[in-house]
């Protein structure tokens, strides 16, 4: 479906809208725009907002990711219909990194030389503190748990919680079989050591686009809301984030039924914006993280913004 471009608004005039829903759908569809305006070819700044132009946002869409499409590309789609997609994308995920995606893939998905397929915890150890050397293998998008050790120990420390992934992994896909559901396949995933609900959500994000939860009953029904997205969906409330003590944010902000309230969300959106692709849970969730922080830099009430952006002219 085609996209017209609209004329943007500036951060001052985003704040004359009310409710904060409004903002909201401003938001998503205002980055969707930089998106579209970036992958045409057309000179910056692609948006009025100085906001959006300083500081970086994710897409509303997770599958415009950079990363995503990389994996998609080169992992997932290649290994949509084959049983080992669940152990290569834990695997892929847990490093979230393309050069180091490609050191996994080895020379093809399948090979011999393939830790995605071929799963050989002292190899990959060994290998992946080699391609250390030149620069980190750990994505720096989000925090990846590796527990507690002497300095050094991440990298042996992840391959060993990723060969009790690879010891169990028939197991798991016949767990998956008996019950096709993305909250399903985020518990299962949590139960290995160093592997928490985000790394097990963005899992299960990623294999819903295959055989393996692409009929998953619950695509338009359940989220993982982490602390972001219940940021996001107590602004729409009208409340704020509140600050500890050393000016950094609160993480964790109860809200009352926060899947029942995304989902509403996920309504809302595919009818105030229809002529933009459609939008499913995980969107729903996605957008409520990404909208806190706009609000966050919109009002300078909820701490420091951590990556710039240069998106200005």
Not at 108 to 121: A, F, H, R, V
Not at 143 to 168: F, L, Q
Request: aromatic share 10%; proline share 6%; hydrophobic share 35%.
């Amino acid at each position: 479906m085609s996209f017209t471009f609209v004329t943007a608004k500036t951060d001052e005039e985003v704040k004359q809208l009310d409710p904060p829903l409004e903002r909201l759908l401003w938001w998503t569809r205002e980055r969707h725009q930089i998106y579209l305006k970036k992958k045409a070819g057309l000179p910056k700044p692609w948006t009025a907002s100085k906001v959006l132009q300083s500081f970086f946002f994710t897409n509303p869409y997770r599958e415009n990711d950079k990363v995503t499409v990389w994996f998609r590309e080169n992992i997932r789609e290649p290994m949509r219909d084959d049983p080992r997609v669940i152990f290569a994308t834990i695997c892929f995920r847990w490093f979230n990194l393309p050069k180091t995606g490609e050191m996994l893939i080895g020379s093809g998905i399948g090979k011999k030389d393939c830790l995605l397929t071929n799963w050989q915890e002292t190899r990959a150890v060994k290998e992946l503190q080699h391609l250390n050397k030149e620069g980190p293998v750990f994505t720096g998008a989000f925090m990846v748990k590796a527990g507690n050790g002497p300095p050094g120990c991440k990298i042996p420390n992840v391959c060993r919680s990723m060969t009790e992934v690879w010891n169990d992994r028939d197991n798991l896909l016949s767990v998956i079989k008996r019950d096709v559901r993305i909250e399903r396949m985020v518990s299962e995933i949590c139960r290995y050591p160093n592997l928490g609900n985000f790394l097990g959500y963005e899992v299960a994000s990623d294999l819903r686009w295959t055989w393996v939860l692409e009929n998953a009953s619950d695509i338009l029904t359940w989220a993982n809301p982490g602390p972001g997205a219940m940021r996001g969906l107590n602004r729409l409330e009208g409340g704020k984030p509140g600050l500890d003590h050393r000016g950094f944010i609160i993480r964790h902000t109860y809200v009352e039924d926060p899947i029942g309230k995304m989902n509403k969300l996920m309504d809302i959106l595919n009818k105030r914006l229809k002529f933009m692709p459609k939008f499913e849970m995980r969107e729903a969730e996605h957008i409520c993280c990404e909208f806190d922080k706009y609000e966050r830099a919109l009002w300078e009430d909820g701490g420091r913004m951590k990556r710039r952006y240069p998106g200005g002219a």
